[in-house]
């Protein structure tokens, strides 16, 4: 089973650019996540989807960030423009709905590491 | 608002020993706790999960412990191996709601050979 693919592995951008990242799930979860995390830090979720509908996203910061999962498969996140804060690992990752009453684990991309000068 | 925390940053260990790495958590509505290894430039690998309706699961040499009254789990590595160095992040959800996904600080961990 192919796991979630990201891309690019790594960004070096100016401060005030705009950037993109893409991630592809595994076939058939319909919760799709991104997370940011910075260096000594955990993950922090920026957004959920569910199949193509937005569920959570009341951590994306929406002046600059904004993501979109058309289709309900793939999904892009883009900054604009990129501050020297938001220079990150921004992690993807897909889950499987819950099987009755058992939740299931998420399963995470490589990440993407945006270094913003 | 950190509703997971994993308050020791780092654990060194001896090889053959047992890790014990603590996670604490806040919201009482939580009913799914998992966790997470990561490696240097990858992205995290799911370890072992619990439901909140068992106090344990166990999983060849990792077992992890839920006490809910405190709420309180932890994750024991019997023997530890060198190849166990890693970060190691406590994840938390509940299924009403949005069924999100939320992480502690993550606690480094180094098995020393």
């Known amino acids: 089973e192919a796991g979630v693919a990201q891309s690019p592995r790594y960004k070096i951008i100016e401060k005030r650019q705009s950037v993109a990242f893409w991630c592809n799930p595994i076939?058939?979860?319909?919760?799709l996540y991104w997370y940011q995390q910075i260096l000594g830090q955990g993950p922090k979720l920026l957004i959920q989807?569910?199949?193509?509908?937005?569920?959570?996203d009341s951590q994306l910061p929406k002046d600059r960030f904004s993501a979109e999962r058309l289709k309900g498969v793939d999904s892009t996140l883009k900054i604009q423009p990129a501050k020297l804060e938001d220079s990150a690992v921004y992690l993807c990752?897909?889950?499987?709905?819950?099987?009755?009453?058992?939740?299931?684990?998420?399963?995470f991309g490589q990440g993407t590491r945006l270094t913003v000068v | 608002d950190q509703q997971v925390k994993q308050n020791s940053p780092s654990l060194s260990v001896q090889e053959g020993r047992i890790s014990i790495l603590n996670c604490d958590y806040t919201?009482?509505?939580?009913?799914?706790f998992l966790w997470y290894k990561k490696y240097p430039a990858e992205g995290p690998t799911f370890l072992i999960s619990?439901?909140?309706?068992?106090d344990k699961n166990e999983d060849g040499r990792f077992t992890v412990f839920l006490n809910k009254s405190a709420k309180h789990l932890s994750l024991h590595i019997v023997p530890s191996q060198p190849g166990d160095s890693a970060v190691y992040f406590c994840?938390?959800?509940?299924?009403?709601?949005?069924?999100?996904?939320?992480f502690g600080t993550g606690t480094r961990l180094t098995v020393i050979p």
């Open positions: 990752a897909s889950r499987a709905r819950p099987r009755g009453t058992v939740n299931t684990e998420a399963f």
């Open positions: 076939s058939g979860h319909a919760t």
């Open positions: 989807f569910q199949n193509n509908g937005v569920v959570d």
């Open positions: 919201n009482s509505m939580f009913d799914y």
């Open positions: 619990i439901s909140s309706i068992k």
């Open positions: 994840a938390a959800s509940a299924k009403t709601g949005a069924n999100n996904l939320f």
